[in-house]
């Protein structure tokens, strides 16, 4: 992280707005009177990135002034990291809640990284930078008054903050990740154990029911080619009677129009016979000129006397036309009592013929009704019958149900057998490969806690080794480069003051200060070769804890594929283990010897299988038995309803015919 601007408002000692630009500033320092806020500086900067200060109470950063005010304190620190511009602005108001805003730069804009809380936002914060406060007081800034923090810090504390610093506790991560995912996939394999192991006993079962399928599907086509062979005979049929439809149709036509010829054939003979009869009248006529000449001079005279009768007979026409109502009520009165005398003699003559079908239904009836009752005789007869038949085929279907249940049975305790024998088998194999696997991790584990312990010391000494590298050496290096010139300006010069602490330069005072400065630099020598000794053991050091390192990079991988087997291992152990105390704890060898004797008797179900048909063909006559008192029971009810209307019609006739 490399600071780029600090703008401090109302916070701390400053009141109103300071801007600090880092903009050109690769090492400064910050010197001024106490309380001139010199501090305030360092402390708005992790205020701003943690939201933490060396106030007893967020409320003590707002400045006193300010916060009577009612104003708020803010800083907003803009940073650089890894090519890219960060800044952070963080509000605060006295006894009111504090805001936090992350932000990146975009061209000439800031696109906003914060998130809904308060609480993520500084958790993004923290990621971005790879640290959190107490890392950053500890490598990155040294608190006023702690500057010995980490020093200070337990063993375990320090190495958190390194491994935190150096990213190695991203390896913790990933083991935990590669646990869960080991457990995850440990839990899949056990699921997938036991799913096999139902797969495997349905397959135990493939033959039997490849079995049954195969009966089923020859049943199946063979019920294809009849249905196909019923359905082509009943499309010919219909084809058929659709044709001899048609032809009927077709004759019914013919016929119509065959009788329409006929008709009119002979309505057209009868017309020319009668014009022919009529042509020969006509010719007779023509033929009797003169004696219809003749006649009509007598058929003027007898017009004559015919208009004379007219008048006597329209007198007469009179006469009757008067008489005629009379005539035509007598006439509907005699019709009226025709019909009425019509209707009394048929129904007499319907009376009798009832009283005669009345007799033929009563003997009907009585016959039908001994019929009847002898039925019933039989099929009360047969009712024992039924009932035993009834029993005898429940007892049957009990005994085939019963029988099928034991060979299930059987079948399932052989198939367990057979497991709890592979299983027993399986157990040494496996317990064998189990402790194989124990000791390889046991000696895998140790020999990882062995390369963790050398990542550390690897790690550390490589920062030692880079402190004293371009550090320590360099500053005892300077230090004796300064003291060498010091001496050097001490025993050239010639004049009666020390060069060095101005007083005078006399023999004895020179050779002390030559001693002092050649035992200074004795020390400063000894300690930089001791230094450049120590890089030297380091780097052998780190050369054997590096090549060490390298020789073990599998080391993880054969570490979780052991785990891996061992995990296996264990599981199918406990899965042997489970199929064999189970089938000891239902003593499954005894129970299975039990069903096979059972089955072995298959004397009941052939017979109650015998017994059963028998009983079936005494109920045969059943069938016939119960049609035929169905047709009986059907002819009485009609007689009876018959002998009921011929008895009101025969009563209604005696009392009013």
């Not at 950063?61 to 009577?68: E, G, K």
């Not at 375990?156 to 991203?170: D, H, P, S, W």
């Not at 119509?256 to 009668?274: F, P, S, V």
Request: glycine fraction near 4%.
């Amino acid at each position: 992280m490399i600071p780029l601007k600090l703008e401090l408002t109302n916070f701390l000692s400053y009141q109103t707005t300071a801007t600090l630009d880092f903009g050109g500033i690769a090492l400064a320092c910050i010197s001024g009177q106490n309380g001139a806020g010199k501090s305030s500086l360092l402390e708005g900067m992790i205020w701003a990135l943690f939201g933490k200060s060396r106030a007893s109470s967020d409320d003590d950063v707002v400045n006193r002034l300010a916060a009577v005010r009612g104003e708020t304190a803010e800083v907003r620190f803009m940073f650089a990291l890894e090519e890219a511009v960060y800044r952070v602005i963080r509000k605060k108001k006295r006894s009111g809640r504090a805001s936090l805003e992350f932000q990146l730069q975009s061209g000439d804009s800031w696109r906003s990284m914060s998130e809904t809380k308060m609480r993520e936002t500084q958790a993004t914060i923290e990621q971005t930078l790879n640290m959190n406060y107490d890392t950053f007081i500890n490598v990155s800034f040294f608190l006023q008054g702690a500057a010995d923090a980490f020093t200070t810090q337990t063993a375990a504390k320090r190495k958190e903050i390194l491994a935190e610093l150096l990213g190695v506790n991203q390896w913790d991560i990933y083991k935990e990740k590669a646990a869960e995912k080991r457990k995850a996939l440990e839990n899949d394999l056990r699921l997938l154990d036991g799913r096999m192991g139902d797969i495997e006993t349905e397959l135990l079962e493939r033959e039997e029911r490849e079995a049954i399928l195969s009966a089923l599907q020859a049943q199946s086509e063979t019920l294809k080619v009849t249905l196909n062979a019923q359905e082509q005979l009943v499309r010919q049929l219909r084809q058929a009677a659709d044709a001899l439809t048609r032809q009927q149709q077709l004759i019914s036509t013919i016929q119509q129009e065959q009788t329409t010829a006929t008709d009119r054939i002979t309505t057209l003979q009868t017309t020319l016979d009668q014009r022919q009869t009529q042509r020969t009248q006509y010719t007779a006529i023509l033929a009797d000129k003169a004696t219809i000449a003749t006649q009509k001079s007598d058929f003027d005279t007898y017009q004559a006397q015919a208009d004379q009768w007219q008048e006597k007979a329209d007198l007469f026409h009179g006469i009757i036309q008067a008489q005629r109502p009379h005539e035509l009520a007598i006439a509907q009165q005699r019709s009226r009592l025709t019909t009425q005398k019509e209707t009394l003699s048929a129904q007499a003559d319907q009376v009798a013929q009832l009283q005669t079908t009345r007799q033929q239904l009563a003997t009907t009836l009585e016959a039908n009704r001994a019929q009847q009752a002898e039925t019933d005789a039989q099929l009360a007869t047969l009712a024992d019958v039924e009932t035993a038949h009834q029993t005898t085929r429940e007892r049957l279907q009990a005994a085939q149900h019963k029988r099928q249940l034991l060979t299930q049975q059987a079948t399932q305790l052989a198939r367990e057998a057979q497991a709890a024998a592979t299983a027993a088998t399986a157990q040494t194999e496996l317990q064998k490969a189990a402790a194989t696997s124990t000791a390889e991790i046991t000696r895998l584990t140790m020999a990882a806690d062995k390369l963790n312990t050398d990542r550390i010391q690897l790690t550390a000494l490589k920062t030692e080794a880079a402190a004293l590298t371009t550090s320590e050496q360099p500053r005892l290096n300077d230090l004796m480069q300064k003291l060498k010139e010091r001496m050097d300006r001490l025993k050239a010069s010639t004049g009666e003051l020390c060069p060095l602490c101005g007083q005078p330069l006399t023999e004895s005072h020179l050779s002390a200060v030559l001693s002092e400065l050649q035992q200074e630099g004795t020390t400063l020598g000894n300690d930089y070769r001791a230094n450049q000794k120590r890089l030297s053991t380091m780097t052998e050091k780190m050369k054997e804890l590096d090549g060490r390192i390298r020789s073990t990079t599998t080391l993880e991988s054969q570490l979780q594929k052991h785990r891996q087997q061992l995990a296996h291992a264990e599981a199918q152990l406990a899965e042997a283990a489970r199929t064999t105390a189970a089938w000891q704890a239902q003593d499954g060898a005894a129970k299975l010897a039990d069903l096979q004797t059972q089955l072995a008797d298959d004397t009941v179900i052939p017979h109650l299988q015998t017994e059963t048909a028998a009983l079936n063909a005494q109920l045969t006559e059943k069938t016939t038995l119960t049609r035929t008192r169905q047709q009986i029971t059907h002819a009485i009810t009609e007689a009876e309803t018959k002998i009921a209307a011929a008895d009101t019609t025969i009563a209604e006739w005696e009392t009013t015919g």
